[in-house]
């Protein structure tokens, strides 16, 4: 009796239709997986937007103070002098000296400066300070931007008229002092993609980064407002997503076209609310 089987043309043809499938599908199970990711973020920035508005509400309007401490790790403290002078910080110091060349906190410790941080009774979770796509091993990925009580650097305010211009607050310390918070308008937090210490600085005077921009589930990346909703922002230019790509992306970095530029400026204009050039 002869035995039924397949032959070994009938199985490699079967084999190079499945792979023919897989190369097919595989591109859209990708997308799928990173709409679900970057779905996941915007939800995290929301959330951590919502607890940054109520933490004013409970404050006389006062916005919490927007910086990492960098001090002891694992550890939240309160300035007793200076910008912040009896604000602590929003998340304490969970970011490593060596962060810009891969050095990282225990993941213990960079949970206790979350969970000892300012915010941390507003949004009690802390798997919503990190983005799904984050780098692997850290615990919080989210930044405050300079001009919400933030840093006050020199670079930064340099050329700024007190911390107003016109009816534009640069450096807000209240709520209030945010004229129309909505789309586009004044950034609160920023997916980093990693731990960093102090705040996102952008310059206001200059046409050029301070903080590198960041190439975040695409090209472009999450970011949430004072109004308490968040959104995916495109890259207009190449350049732009580029150098956001980079494993220690560029500081002090100039763009070279203009829709480079243009990237630039709404960025400064979602941080500051204007540019000052």
């Not at 397949?6 to 990173?34: C, D, G, N, W």
């Not at 305010?157 to 945010?178: F, H, P, Y």
């Not at 046409?207 to 109004?227: E, L, M, Y």
Request: glycine letters at 10%.
């Amino acid at each position: 009796m002869r035995s039924k089987g397949f032959t070994l043309i009938e199985l490699l043809v079967v084999i190079a239709i499945i792979a023919v499938l897989m190369a097919v599908l595989m591109p859209s199970l990708q997308r799928a997986r990173e709409q679900g990711q970057r779905a996941a973020c915007l939800n995290n920035l929301k959330q951590l937007a919502v607890a940054w508005i109520l933490y004013a509400d409970d404050n006389d309007d006062k916005i919490v103070n927007g910086e990492a401490e960098y001090g002891t790790a694992g550890t939240t403290t309160t300035p007793t002098s200076g910008h912040h002078a009896r604000e602590k910080w929003w998340v304490g110091t969970d970011c490593h000296s060596g962060y810009m060349t891969g050095g990282q906190h225990p993941q213990s410790v960079q949970l206790s400066a979350i969970r000892t941080g300012a915010l941390f009774p507003y949004v009690p979770a802390v798997n919503l300070y990190k983005c799904p796509t984050g780098v692997r091993g850290e615990m919080r990925t989210y930044t405050i931007t300079d001009a919400m009580n933030g840093l006050y650097r020199d670079g930064t305010r340099s050329g700024n008229v007190g911390t107003r211009v016109g009816k534009t607050v640069l450096w807000v310390k209240r709520r209030t002092e945010i004229v129309l918070p909505g789309a586009d308008s004044r950034l609160v937090f920023l997916d980093e993609g990693r731990v960093t210490p102090d705040s996102y600085a952008t310059h206001y005077i200059n046409a050029r980064w301070w903080d590198p921009p960041h190439s975040r589930h695409g090209d472009g990346t999450n970011v949430s407002f004072a109004d308490g909703h968040s959104g995916y922002w495109k890259w207009n230019a190449s350049e732009t997503a580029a150098v956001g790509k980079e494993p220690n992306p560029m500081h002090q970095w100039t763009p070279t076209t203009p829709e480079g530029f243009e990237d630039l400026q709404r960025m400064q204009k979602g941080v500051w609310g204007r540019v000052g050039y």
